[in-house]
């Protein structure tokens, strides 16, 4: 049973423009959530975070939105860099649980 | 570099064989955990410590796993009677208590024969 998940194995988009990464959940337990980018060969790296008593957290060009009623965090990348081309994963936390549950991830691809 | 390490980077085994990885936290963190991540998904949680203590273990950790943190401080987790289906990054991530943020290492990948 995946509890979270991103449905789009991959996305182009083209440097400048905007990123926009999808997630979804289905545990209405969670209520913290965070992306974490991951380049070949390496660990993941924590990107930005979202708490569920909030609808958004910007961080720079990284933006993450969350609607709660829908049960899905979408993060926004603007602009985007070809540095930015990676595999993000959405993960979520439940209260009072600090172990993630991450989803599949989308891999990014800025063309330059 | 004060990061997390692990350490072997890649572990090429024949099944039926021992394992053991170690995995050195950010010094001031009393959380650590492991994940598991195979081809196409996401990390899986395994286990994870707050000190020396295992505080949660996943239906994934069957008993040819296990996991020690002896004195708070490094980790190792060992799989006994490797099976192909073994074959994974084994990645391990501490945090401080409390917080929500988990630092990860550079994973240890494992091949099974």
């Known amino acids: 049973d995946q509890q979270v998940k991103q449905n789009s194995p991959s996305l182009s988009v083209q440097e400048g423009r905007i990123s926009i990464l999808n997630c979804d959940y289905t545990?209405?337990?969670?209520?913290?959530f965070l992306w974490y980018k991951k380049y070949p060969a390496e660990g993941p790296t924590f990107l930005i975070s979202i708490s569920s008593i909030k609808d958004k957290n910007e961080d720079g060009r990284f933006t993450v939105f969350l609607n709660k009623s829908a049960k899905h965090l979408s993060l926004h990348i603007v602009p985007s860099q070809p540095g930015d081309s990676a595999v993000y994963f959405c993960a979520a936390s439940a209260r009072g649980t600090y172990k993630y549950i991450f989803g599949t991830g989308t891999r990014l691809k800025v063309l330059a | 570099d004060t990061g997390v390490s692990q350490d072997p980077r890649h572990k090429i085994t024949k099944r039926g064989q021992n394992v053991t990885f170690r995995c050195d936290p950010i010094?001031?963190?009393?959380?650590l955990y492991w994940y598991r991540q195979t081809l196409g998904q996401g990390p899986e949680f395994l286990t994870y410590?707050?000190?020396?203590?295992?505080?949660?273990k996943s239906r994934l950790l069957s008993d040819r796993f296990s996991a020690e943190r002896p004195k708070g401080s490094f980790s190792t987790l060992e799989i006994q009677r490797t099976e192909q289906g073994d074959s994974a990054m084994y990645l391990c991530a501490s945090s401080l208590e409390g917080s929500y943020e988990q630092f990860f290492g550079p994973g240890t990948r494992l091949t099974v024969l």
């Open positions: 410590f707050q000190n020396e203590a295992q505080l949660e």
């Open positions: 010094s001031e963190h009393n959380r």
């Open positions: 545990n209405s337990m969670f209520d913290y």
